[in-house]
């Protein structure tokens, strides 16, 4: 089944009779999960209008490169971040013409050109149009540098023309850009990833816990199935919803993720939770009652919790083992040296005392640690950072 579950859309729309389409279009993205904001030429605005597109998406349009207004909220680089796709549909013979160019003479081109994202076009034109020399040079430069076309179809044109030219349709394009999303790096291997905090109980109504909230894990795991991976969550309590094509297994203690952990075949283990090290040493079996009336204090013993991701690196077929480092200083030596201690084959360290990052936050930068050197990853989404992780799992595990 095919999603866009979690993605962000950018949907660009130029000035061409299949503009009508791009109505519909946001509504089958829309369909599959994707979150979906438009940029419009000017052109395009002849065709449909911004107002019916920002209706449909649920997010307000973009149409103007120089708008104090529109770059004092989410201006032409934020949105070139903000995308996971850059998806153009209708594209038109100009439009592929400027692309091809690189030029940035207006929103959409200057957001394509500031864009990491990938381009994903869906040409619409004229039949003769589509078959010029320049237009088929111009296409073939942009496939060679990456992008992705869908179409066009064959039939008949709104100009009375027969042939190449028309825009697919909305709905088979939303699943072909969905499939943008699958790169088949991790296929056939099993990937089990720990997310979230984990819960130690006091009493029955109490436990120790931590602030994490899994959205990493959760990020990696989506990555990790859309790479074609078997992916099994072992996921603490968490908000989340688990992402499409990923079994999640619910554990609450440290104890209960580690049998789970140790009862998964594992090529690949990425430890993504923020296990507590420690848990009270006796659960009690009711409510503790308020103690210390006259010291105002009270004292729990804690014992320490098995570490699990050094558990599952020291068996002697030990799975190629990813280690997450939170660490508030000293982030890459403290990193390193759990790296060798654990036996881990790469560690992902964390600075969690920023605050713009890390736990809780949508967006988290890291550097990645493994043997033989170190690099850092700058920040961004964390599923954007999860593809990129995985990207470097695969190549790194091969
Ligand atoms: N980890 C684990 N089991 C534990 C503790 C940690 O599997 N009991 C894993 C985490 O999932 C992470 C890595 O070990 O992949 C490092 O976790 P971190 O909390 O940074 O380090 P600790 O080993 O707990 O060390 P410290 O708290 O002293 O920094």
């Not at 829309?30 to 649920?58: N, Y």
């Not at 940035?104 to 003769?128: F, K, V």
């Not at 099994?232 to 209960?256: H, K, M, Y």
């Not at 079996?285 to 690196?313: R, W």
Request: glycine letters at 8%.
């Amino acid at each position: 089944m095919s999603s866009l579950i979690n993605k962000h859309v950018l949907l660009g729309v130029s000035g061409g009779i299949a503009a009508y389409k791009s109505a519909e279009l946001i509504r089958r993205l829309k369909d599959l999960g994707a979150d979906v904001r438009v940029v419009m030429t000017s052109a395009a605005q002849e065709f449909i209008t911004p107002l019916t597109l920002q209706a449909l998406s649920g997010n307000p349009v973009y149409t103007e490169l120089l708008d104090p207004e529109a770059e004092a909220g989410m201006g032409h680089i934020e949105l070139a971040r903000w995308a996971d796709i850059f998806f153009i549909a209708p594209c038109t013979a100009d439009l592929i013409a400027r692309l091809a160019l690189g030029q940035g003479n207006d929103l959409l081109t200057t957001i394509a050109l500031a864009c990491q994202a990938p381009l994903a076009l869906a040409p619409a034109m004229n039949q003769a149009m589509w078959s010029h020399a320049a237009t088929q040079d111009n296409l073939a430069l942009l496939i060679n540098r990456g992008a992705k076309v869908f179409g066009p179809d064959s039939g008949s044109q709104a100009c009375g023309d027969t042939g190449f030219g028309r825009m697919s349709e909305p709905a088979v394009l939303a699943t072909q850009l969905s499939e943008c999303f699958s790169s088949g790096l991790l296929s056939g291997l099993n990937v089990v990833i720990t997310a979230g905090p984990t819960r130690e109980a006091i009493d029955p109504v109490r436990y120790i816990s931590n602030h994490s909230s899994g959205k990493m894990g959760y990020a990696l795991a989506q990555a990790c199935a859309e790479a074609g991976a078997r992916t099994r969550l072992i996921s603490g309590p968490t908000q989340l919803s688990c992402p499409a094509n990923v079994e999640r297994i619910d554990v609450t203690s440290a104890q209960e993720m580690l049998d789970a952990a140790l009862a998964c075949k594992a090529d690949i283990f990425i430890g993504a939770a923020a296990v507590a090290d420690y848990r009270p040493e006796t659960i009690a079996e009711q409510k503790i009652k308020k103690q210390g009336a006259d010291t105002g204090t009270t004292t729990l013993t804690l014992v320490q919790n098995p570490d699990i991701i050094a558990t599952i690196a020291s068996d002697i077929n030990k799975p190629f083992v990813v280690g997450f480092a939170a660490e508030t200083e000293n982030v890459v030596s403290y990193a390193r040296s759990k790296l060798i201690k654990k036996r881990l084959d790469l560690v992902i360290a964390n600075d969690v005392s920023r605050q713009d990052i890390g736990f809780n936050s949508d967006d988290n930068a890291v550097t990645l640690i493994s043997a033989t050197g170190e690099e850092y990853l700058e920040p961004r989404s964390k599923y954007q950072l999860a593809l990129e992780l995985v990207r470097r799992i695969a190549i790194a595990y091969r």
